[in-house]
């Protein structure tokens, strides 16, 4: 499938990548959640952060209301530059992101973790798709050592190395993914 945009691409993730049950009812297994952030980064050029959002098309007026409504977090940025950058890339923040690859309702970094099942501290322990968790921050596993962030402005998604990052937690979103047969690899 050929995309144009980001919101094309994000209406694809949103209407793929998951499993129904016998019933017809739609649940994501941890293999899902993992395609759905690895595409989300394989198309990063499509997304950017902007703090408070969960997978709008950005422009000047969204960039504007998100300014107005959180004032402390964009005190002394460079708002033009958000905008600039920004404008036409499907935005979101660490738990806008998160919550929404697992299809899940709105919270921030400390109420997912917290909703989450399995949380240890012992971070080579984590199952691939787990959630991992710093304070203010939050990122996906998704398998072989590896997670995907975001995490400010003037910036897109990011696959880094779980080890060389703070991470303080990780924890299995139980509620939202069906782990069956996820390792720690």
């Not at 697992?102 to 400390?110: I, L, S, T, V, W």
Request: net charge negative; charged share 25%; with cysteine.
């Amino acid at each position: 499938m050929q995309y144009n945009d980001g919101a094309s691409h994000w209406a694809f993730i949103k209407a793929n990548f998951y499993h129904r049950d016998d019933q017809g009812n739609k649940y994501l297994t941890y293999e899902d959640v993992i395609k759905r952030a690895m595409q989300m980064y394989v198309h990063r050029d499509w997304y950017a952060y902007l703090y408070g959002c969960d997978g709008q098309v950005c422009n000047d007026a969204l960039v504007d209301r998100q300014v107005a409504k959180y004032p402390s977090h964009f005190k002394g940025k460079d708002i033009q530059a958000i905008k600039d950058y920004s404008r036409g890339k499907v935005v979101f923040d660490c738990s806008g992101f998160v919550h929404s690859i697992y299809d899940a309702p709105d919270k921030n970094a400390a109420g997912i973790i917290g909703d989450c099942e399995n949380v240890t501290s012992d971070l080579a322990s984590g199952v691939e798709a787990s959630v991992l968790y710093k304070k203010g921050h939050i990122g996906q596993d998704v398998g072989h050592g590896c997670f995907i962030h975001i995490a400010s402005e003037l910036q897109t998604f990011r696959l880094e190395v779980i080890r060389e990052y703070n991470w303080q937690k990780s924890g299995m979103w139980i509620k939202y993914c069906d782990y069956s047969g996820a390792t720690n690899d």
